[in-house]
T-cell receptor, first 115, second 114 residues
Framework: DAGITQSPRHKVTETGTPVTLRCHQTENHRYMYWYRQDPGHGLRLIHYSYGVKDTDKGEVSDGYSVSRSKTEDFLLTLESATSSQTSVYFC???????WGAGELFFGEGSRLTVL | AQSVTQLGSHVSVSEGALVLLRCNYSSSVPPYLFWYVQYPNQGLQLLLKYTTGATLVKGINGFEAEFKKSETSFHLTKPSAHMSDAAEYFCAVSESGGGNKLTFGTGTQLKVEL
């Protein structure tokens, strides 16, 4: 299995507080992604990165920011959490030499509850 | 813009019966197509993918899917369902050369009954 870990795995926070989720990979892959999963919506792309300090927005980026200062780490920050950001967040990676085009490997998810 | 439509948010089959999960896509360029499976409290795992070449692709656990360009479909099938197949299944599309960004469908929950 590819080495990808997310932290924290579970978090409960209050509206208005900042939250940072971390994704760490040991595969040296180029691409990293943050998705959120909500019932009835499937997975929706928040932000993605195609290299160190190279990031771009996905379809649901409002209220989120990301940073990638090292190949192995991709951080997702909610500057001021809202109840609509209660969700399960998945990090994914791709781009290894053994993988095909577009194939993603997912972390186990981070469940965030905003009260 | 690319998109995916999965018909049926819940599908129930008997053990041993045919599994058919439907996926239609929209893409302005030749697509790459994927099926992922998610077991409870886990991340997604790749079942199979179509990029180029043979339109019938085989994946893990006996699943297969056929790319039909004329129907813009990529339906997932398995001849005989097993209890262990109960999970949520996601169809996804990415555009060739699109930087590996996947757009997912809303998912189909498969229930397998005795």
């Amino acid at each position: 299995d590819a080495g990808i870990t997310q932290s924290p795995r579970h978090k409960v926070t209050e509206t208005g507080t900042p939250v940072t989720l971390r994704c760490h990979q040991t595969e040296n892959h180029r691409y990293m992604y943050w998705y959120r999963q909500d019932p009835g919506h499937g997975l929706r792309l928040i932000h993605y990165s195609y290299g160190v300090k190279d990031t771009d927005k996905g379809e649901v980026s409002d209220g989120y920011s990301v940073s990638r200062s090292k190949t192995e780490d991709f951080l997702l920050t909610l500057e001021s959490a809202t109840s609509s950001q209660t969700s399960v967040y998945f990090c994914a990676i791709s781009g290894g030499s053994t993988w095909g085009a577009g194939e993603l490997f997912f972390g186990e998810g981070s469940r965030l509850t905003v009260l | 813009a690319q998109s995916v439509t999965q018909l049926g948010s819940h599908v129930s089959v008997s053990e041993g019966a045919l599994v058919l999960l439907r996926c239609n896509y929209s893409s302005s360029v030749p697509p790459y197509l994927f099926w992922y499976v998610q077991y409870p409290n886990q991340g997604l795992q790749l079942l199979l993918k179509y990029t180029t070449g043979a339109t019938l692709v085989k994946g893990i656990n006996g699943f297969e899917a056929e790319f039909k360009k004329s129907e813009t479909s990529f339906h997932l099938t398995k001849p005989s369902a097993h209890m262990s197949d109960a999970a949520e299944y996601f169809c996804a599309v990415s555009e060739s050369g699109g930087g590996n960004k996947l757009t997912f469908g809303t998912g189909t929950q498969l229930k397998v009954e005795l």
